[in-house]
């Protein structure tokens, strides 16, 4: 029963989607509307979940002192950091307690993964610290009124903690990972990216064409500009579509032979 | 960290201090320096290819140092870069300019900070651009970032242009609606109902109570959709199923790396236009005759272009004529 009952659902709710998409009755359109908010329900889950995991994984590499652990109180803080400010908005001039409210939130957190790992009676005083500081908290929340707190609404968007930590820490933080990229690529351009064969040779060729492509002061630049837009609207167009159309079969195949069973790896076993 | 790192680094905040506070802006070289940086870069180029030659090869931080100097030099250069504009810019800006005003476009962002500088510009440029026109604006997003990203693109359109923010008001003439979780299938359940999918905007205004979405109840109500994408979900899956199912006109703005996988959608006439990486950018401003960042940011990148090509021709000129000398 454990298995064919999901089986069965595969099957049914598979088959269904194929079906619904030949036929435009007001009924079968009601019941493809209902599943489409089941899949966002699905989804709205699996954002809890990914928090979850980062949660896991990150308590197991403090308990276990694997490498960069200190790194884990960091990913931590941030995560509820960014919770605290979206959920909490300032009501007049002044930030009042906000800060030591934030900051005894985060005091909380860290006792209770100190709790996770502690044996004994440390467990005993980190529990007793985080209800002190979670008491401490409850306190500032409730006699603080230049900020308040916002369960259901989006006050917290209006924050300029939350917009600031996003405008200039994430954004910065983020856009610098992806920019290293450039000086990788060019060390390693320098000394990996060899005309070794006649393959490579036409690789290197083409990339050094569209990439000189806007570098309209150099000679013969017009002629790069033009091969590039060739090389963009045939092989690359050629190839990308091989695969865009070996993708699309491979997806279809796949698909039916999860909902005839065949494919069991969703379940946990192949 | 290594003592030598920490001279690098103290050096690195010493440089930026000295640039920041003590040299007097804005700081624009002459045509002529900038012409003698150049040559004076050249000059390092052919040590390079001598050294490399000799079996020698330079050091990755010196590799790292001459894209960072290419990177930052143009922004201090007079010089100005006559921007191409492929047929596929061009595509774009005319669906756009068919467009009478009132139309209403909906503006997916469907990415995040680490490609926002390659895509914000180019949203900048239709915020911009849309505005101007008296198109109607609804933006979404399918990454938790984008809306976000929507609002900083919207302040730097009025930052850069303050008589929009006079004429442009928020649920009349442009609305955001947040994030909402379920990738393509988000595209899907807005073809049957907007407000089923953003029942609010991203600032809790019930969907019925925002003026500009009063006669949009899904697809059928757009004009026209323009997807910023830097990945999955993205604008593959717009094409799938906005374009595919709904037959809602699609344009894009993808990152350099992605728009070559968005070429065959392009090609079939899918997509009506495509806006790619930073060059698509610079020419979607060109056509708008509204310079911004991306304008300012191609020279740069073509510059470090030519630097990783000049490194790939060295490094290829040393393996050949090591393998002569071999054989």
Request: charged content about 15%; aromatic content about 14%.
């Amino acid at each position: 029963m454990k298995r064919q009952i999901p089986f069965a659902l595969v099957f049914i709710f598979g088959f269904f989607t194929i079906f619904q998409y030949f036929v435009p009755h007001e009924s079968s359109e009601w019941v493809y509307e209902f599943l489409l908010d089941w899949i966002l329900i699905i989804g709205i889950f699996a954002l809890a979940l990914g928090i979850w995991s980062l949660w896991r994984v990150s308590i197991d590499k403090i308990n276990n002192r694997r490498p960069n652990w200190g790194y884990s109180y960091v990913t931590l803080a941030g995560l509820f950091l960014m919770i605290i400010f979206g959920f909490t908005a300032k009501n007049g001039d002044s930030w009042g307690y906000y800060f030591p409210f934030v900051i005894a939130v985060l005091l909380v957190i860290i006792m209770l993964i100190q709790t996770i790992k502690a044996k004994g009676q440390s467990k005993i005083l980190y529990i007793g610290l985080a209800l002190l500081f979670l008491i401490i908290s409850i306190l500032i929340g409730y006699f603080d009124k230049s900020w308040s707190i916002h369960f259901s609404t989006s006050e917290g968007l209006k924050n300029t903690m939350f917009q600031d930590f996003f405008d200039y820490i994430l954004i910065p933080i983020l856009s610098t990972m992806f920019s290293l990229l450039a000086f990788f690529i060019a060390s390693a351009a320098y000394r990996a990216f060899r005309a070794r064969n006649v393959l490579a040779t036409i690789l290197l060729v083409a990339a050094l064409i569209v990439m000189l492509r806007f570098n309209f002061y150099l000679p013969g630049a017009e002629y790069f500009a033009r091969t590039s837009t060739w090389l963009m609207n045939v092989p690359n167009l050629a190839a990308n579509r091989a695969i865009v159309i070996g993708i699309g079969l491979g997806v279809v195949a796949t698909a039916l032979k999860v909902i005839l069973g065949i494919e069991r790896g969703y379940m946990g076993k192949g | 960290m290594k003592k030598k790192e920490v001279v690098i680094v103290s050096l690195l905040i010493i440089f930026a201090f000295v640039l920041k506070y003590l040299i007097p802006k804005p700081v624009e070289f002459s045509y002529t320096v900038s012409m003698i940086v150049i040559i004076l870069l050249g000059l390092v180029f052919v040590y390079i290819l001598i050294r490399t030659l000799q079996g020698q090869l330079i050091g990755r931080r010196v590799v790292f140092l001459l894209v960072g100097i290419s990177l930052s030099l143009p922004f201090f250069m007079k010089l100005t870069l006559n921007i191409p504009v492929s047929p596929e810019v061009r595509s774009v800006y005319d669906a756009l300019q068919k467009l009478p005003p009132g139309s209403k476009v909906l503006a997916a962002f469907d990415y995040d900070p680490p490609s926002a500088p390659e895509l914000q510009p180019m949203a900048v440029a239709f915020m911009k651009y849309a505005f101007d026109r008296g198109l109607k604006v609804i933006i979404m997003g399918l990454w938790p970032q984008g809306p976000q990203q929507a609002d900083q693109a919207i302040q730097s359109a009025f930052k850069a242009e303050p008589s929009l923010k006079k004429k442009i008001k928020y649920g009349r003439d442009y609305v955001n609606l947040g994030f909402q979780a379920g990738n393509e299938f988000v595209i899907l359940r807005m073809g049957e109902s907007f407000k089923a999918m953003f029942p609010s905007d991203l600032y809790n205004t019930p969907y019925d109570s925002i003026p500009l979405l009063n006669n949009v109840s899904n697809f059928s109500n757009i004009d026209f959709c323009m997807d910023f994408s830097a990945g999955k979900p993205g604008t593959a899956e717009w094409v799938q199923i906005a374009v595919d199912r709904f037959k809602l006109p699609v344009a894009a703005g993808n990152t350099a790396v992605q728009a070559p996988m968005v070429y065959p959608y392009l090609n079939s006439h899918q997509l009506v236009g495509l806006l790619g990486g930073m060059s698509g950018g610079a020419a979607f401003e060109k056509l708008t005759k509204k310079p911004g960042k991306a304008t300012t940011y191609i020279l740069s990148q073509s510059f470090a272009h030519v630097v990783v090509v000049i490194f790939i021709i060295i490094g290829n000129v040393a393996y050949f004529s090591r393998k002569k000398e071999k054989k």
